[in-house]
């Protein structure tokens, strides 16, 4: 019965425009982390191939839907989603800066990476792919007293025009980027990403970049 709920809530949130329809799956869709070409293999254009990152500002471009995989996600796990009152950016201090490392270490080497076919977003287990180890590490940051709202999902586009997901913690020193497939925390200005879309201070509510 839940499961039915769950699919048919996700029903009408596609017919009601709160989910990504498949013209907008080109930028949300499939978001893959790199080094699995069996899995996600997309055809490289030639303004790709001469792919020139997006400026790493952190000026939000006007409002985004949020990816449908990650709706869907909110649906069966509420809590993880739920707008939030908390600080929009965190002191930046090295016991964050420790903080952060622990957890993006921990949860780097606790998950396996492998290619997601349904494309399901979910926090913890033993393997999963980009967006899982994102999802992971923001939970676990919050349960360690990080403002959730600091702690942002974003998607992006690597230079290879592979989709990819990845954790933004916006410090008062900046954005810090944690990564599935990087094995430092870099800052944004670090990234060969072109940023596409960030979630906002509510993890429903998402923006362009």
């Known amino acids: 019965m839940k499961k039915f709920l769950i699919a048919a809530a996700a029903a009408t949130l596609m017919l009601t425009g709160g989910l990504t ?17 069996e899995i996600y293999q997309p055809e490289v254009s030639r303004s790709e191939q001469r792919y020139q990152p997006r400026s790493n500002n952190s000026e939000a471009r006007g409002s985004s839907r949020a990816p449908r995989a990650y709706m869907i996600f909110c649906l069966r796990n509420p809590g993880e989603c739920k707008p939030t009152r908390s600080a929009n950016t965190v002191a930046y201090s090295p016991q964050l800066v420790a903080k952060l490392n622990r957890v993006n270490n921990e949860v780097n080497r606790a998950i396996n990476w492998t ?3 349904g494309d399901v977003w979910r926090v913890g287990g033993s393997s999963g ?11 676990k940051l919050i349960q360690l ?12 586009r690597t230079s290879k025009g592979e989709g990819h997901a990845v954790l933004v ?22 990234t060969d990403y072109r940023w596409i879309a960030i979630a906002s201070q509510n993890p429903s509510a998402w923006q362009k970049l």
């Not at 329809?21 to 070409?37: E, I, K, M, S, V």
């Not at 913690?169 to 670090?190: A, C, E, F, M, Y």
Request: proline fraction near 3%; charge should be positive; glycine fraction near 10%.
């Open 169 to 190: 913690v916006k410090t008062s020193k900046g954005d810090l980027v944690l990564d599935n497939i990087k094995k430092t925390i870099v800052s944004r200005q670090q």
């Open 129 to 139: 792919d980009c967006e899982d180890f994102a999802l992971t590490k923001r939970s």
């Open 145 to 156: 007293g990080v403002p959730a709202g600091a702690l942002r999902m974003a998607v992006v």
């Open 21 to 37: 329809t498949n013209a907008d799956a080109g930028w949300f869709g499939n978001t893959r982390a790199l080094g699995d070409p």
């Open 115 to 117: 290619g997601d076919r």
